[in-house]
């Protein structure tokens, strides 16, 4: 079975802070994501990352960067940590070449106050 | 613009009440689209892909089924362990993204 797992279940961060989430994935795959998960607002995508040193913005990047230097671990860095950044954080992993699906971690819960 | 719709929001069954969960899609091309069961404070976890109109997968009392514009969840004879949130993702052609809709939350009792 993949297994994607996520160094923190629960974060409490205060504002301004930079915060590390950290993923790390045990399948050989090369794609990895990062999203965020709020209530009435599904999956948003932050990063995508295709292989070492690459990544691609998603849908919302801004206050986030990435950064993948082995391909089992991609981190997701949140420079000035926010209120509104206070959210459901979820990392995938998935098979590059075919419409394979998202394997996901089980989270972390990012508290900013 | 690749959109995924999935109804109703929420669902309230009775133990044994059968009933089906709605994934409408618009997508110019389909790679693939995903069923997955989410429990609270936990990550999405994998059910099913489909790729092609027609095509059916079944597990245990869930039976997900695929037609051009929509995919269906059936869950037979729903146990309380079933109630979780229930969420559909597509993968279309031509990039790298999967469109989440935004779930339905089912809660069976016993």
């Known amino acids: 079975d993949v297994k994607v797992t996520q160094s923190s279940r629960y974060l409490v961060k205060r504002t301004g802070e930079k915060v590390f989430l950290e993923c790390v994935q045990d399948m050989d795959h090369e794609n990895m994501f990062w999203y965020r998960q709020d209530p009435g607002l599904g999956l948003r995508l932050i990063y995508f990352?295709?292989?070492?040193?690459?990544?691609e913005k998603g849908d919302i990047p801004e206050g986030y960067s990435v950064s993948r230097e082995k391909k089992e671990r991609f981190s997701l860095i949140l420079e000035s940590a926010s209120t509104n950044q206070t959210s459901m954080y979820l990392c995938a992993s998935s098979i590059r070449d075919r419409a394979s699906p998202l394997h996901f971690g089980n989270g972390t819960r990012l508290t900013v106050t | 613009e690749d959109q995924v719709t999935q109804s109703p929001e929420a669902l309230r069954l009775q133990e044994g009440e059968s009933s089906s969960l709605n994934c409408s899609y618009t997508?110019?091309?389909?790679?693939?689209l995903f069923w997955y069961r989410q429990d609270p404070g936990k990550g999405p976890e994998f059910l099913f892909t489909?790729?092609?109109a027609g095509e059916e997968k079944e597990k245990e009392r869930l039976k997900a089924t695929l037609t051009k514009k929509e995919s269906f969840l059936h869950i037979t004879a729903p146990k309380p362990e079933d109630s979780a949130t229930y969420l559909c993702?597509?993968?279309?052609?031509?990039?790298?993204?999967?469109?989440f809709g935004t779930g339905t939350r089912l809660k069976v009792l016993a």
């Open positions: 990352s295709y292989d070492v040193k690459m990544k």
């Open positions: 489909l790729y092609s």
């Open positions: 997508v110019s091309g389909l790679r693939g």
């Open positions: 993702a597509v993968h279309p052609t031509g990039t790298y993204k999967y469109i």
